[in-house]
């Protein structure tokens, strides 16, 4: 069975959300969900991704959810980044308030596979969280929104402009979604076939397997040594 994701980066255009330590909401949002996107095309076979943007512009909440709803998707993934105090750092994930058991569940895997992916860095884990949300509210799917670390404390910052730290957070999120729908990993390309090594045509050995008599003792040695995979040939001696 197919499963429709819809991925909605968070802000964009003249909305930059949260700016901080140099760094703008927008821009990391985008750079993240096009990180998931790209992982969930490249390793599983059967998955659809929709997404708000691929740019940096503008839609309103509206816009948003009502793209979801029309396509009729399965699941809603919100990212963000959070800001507040200097002090205040870490990750946390939201649902909406009335939520069923299976929204609740979902919550439950996608916070733990992405903050098992982020905690090496020394994240704080902030909790799950039930808000009223307009994306989680007006979402007719299960939907979620990370907050992704805070762009106003600076060792959060500073792992925000860590590439490797981002892979990690895009992958924290496609792990929880292959968990929670079990999303089938799709079959590696097989490998080239190796060319065979060169030979210096100066330089050339011949393997005599035996010398025959009789020329059915000679066919039944080719018969066994094609079936090793050579390719034996007989030479009538004169």
């Known amino acids: 069975m197919m499963v429709k994701i819809y991925l909605d980066a968070g802000h964009g255009g003249k909305d930059s959300g949260a700016v901080g330590n140099g760094l703008f909401e927008k821009n990391l949002t985008l750079e993240i969900t096009q990180r998931i996107e790209k992982l969930l095309k490249a390793n599983y076979k059967n998955v659809e991704i929709n997404t708000?943007?691929?740019?940096?512009?503008?839609?309103?909440?509206?816009?948003?959810?009502?793209?979801?709803?029309?396509?009729?998707?399965?699941?809603?993934?919100?990212?963000?980044?959070?800001?507040?105090?200097?002090?205040?750092?870490?990750?946390?994930?939201?649902?909406?308030?009335?939520?069923?058991?299976?929204?609740?569940?979902?919550?439950?895997?996608?916070?733990?596979?992405?903050?098992?992916?982020?905690?090496?860095?020394?994240?704080?884990?902030?909790?799950?969280?039930?808000?009223?949300?307009?994306?989680?509210?007006?979402?007719?799917?299960?939907a979620i929104l990370t907050e992704n670390l805070f762009v106003s404390n600076s060792a959060d910052a500073a792992l925000l402009k860590n590439s490797a730290f981002l892979d990690k957070v895009a992958q924290g999120h496609v792990l929880g979604l292959e968990k929670f729908f079990g999303l089938v990993k799709a079959l590696p390309p097989p490998s080239p076939t190796p060319s065979p090594t060169p030979v210096d045509s100066e330089e050339m050995y011949q393997v005599i397997a035996g010398t025959f008599a009789d020329k059915d003792n000679a066919d039944a040695l080719v018969k066994k040594l094609e079936a090793d995979g050579y390719k034996p040939y007989i030479n009538k001696k004169q």
Do not use: C, P
């Not at 708000?52 to 909440?61: A, G, K, N, V, Y």
């Not at 396509?71 to 205040?88: E, L, P, Q, R």
């Not at 939520?99 to 884990?125: L, P, R, Y």
């Open 52 to 142: 708000t943007r691929e740019t940096d512009i503008f839609l309103s909440l509206d816009e948003r959810t009502n793209k979801a709803n029309a396509w009729k998707a399965d699941v809603f993934v919100a990212v963000h980044i959070n800001s507040g105090t200097a002090t205040a750092r870490g990750f946390e994930s939201h649902i909406y308030t009335k939520v069923g058991s299976d929204t609740k569940a979902f919550q439950n895997v996608m916070h733990e596979s992405i903050f098992s992916q982020i905690k090496s860095f020394g994240v704080t884990d902030r909790g799950k969280k039930q808000s009223d949300f307009h994306v989680l509210r007006e979402s007719h799917m299960i």
